[in-house]
């Protein structure tokens, strides 16, 4: 593929859906070695197709909405992607508490009533886990296993 295909390919992708660029510079490399992948990222960010804040929102909203992951899973997962400390902070700021904990206590309860455990701190233990593994931190954790109990 010629470097213009590979440009044009990859507009058609960013305007389809959001990608970051470290998403973007794996597709390129994917399809050829011998492009400049950091001149064609940076093209596309000039031209709005690639944009880090819009990517790291939308990443938050979807993984918290739809994945019922927590805000340090978010954080961690976006940190991986290569984005910067500050563009996360910011998207993670649209994050409602309130609604992360009604969330979360959803998720206990489902969770709650598949586990199958001898003893109540057995059971507690296997329900910190489950959240904490979801991206929960261990306070939001215990506050709502002490409500669903």
């Known amino acids: 593929m010629t470097e213009e295909q590979i440009y ?6 960013c305007s389809r859906r ?3 660029r470290s998403d973007i510079a794996a597709k390129i490399a994917a399809l050829s070695d011998s492009v400049d992948a950091d001149s064609m990222i940076c093209k596309l960010c000039e031209e709005r197709f690639i944009d880090e804040s819009r990517y790291a929102e939308a990443f938050v909203r979807d993984k918290s909405r739809l994945q019922g992951w927590g805000e340090m899973k978010i954080r961690y997962a976006l940190q991986r992607k290569g984005l910067d400390k500050a563009t996360i902070s910011e998207a993670l700021e649209q994050l ?8 979360l206590a959803k998720f206990m309860k489902a969770k709650a009533q598949t586990l199958k455990s ?3 701190e057995e059971k507690r233990t296997k329900l910190m886990r489950f959240a904490v593994s979801r991206g929960f931190t261990y306070a939001q954790a215990d506050e709502v296993c002490k409500k669903i109990q």
Do not use: F, I
């Not at 044009?8 to 992708?13: D, F, I, K, S, T």
């Not at 409602?96 to 969330?103: I, V, Y």
């Open 8 to 13: 044009n390919r990859m507009m058609a992708l």
């Open 118 to 120: 001898a003893t109540p």
């Open 96 to 103: 409602d508490g309130d609604e992360q904990l009604e969330r």
């Open 18 to 20: 959001e990608y970051c």
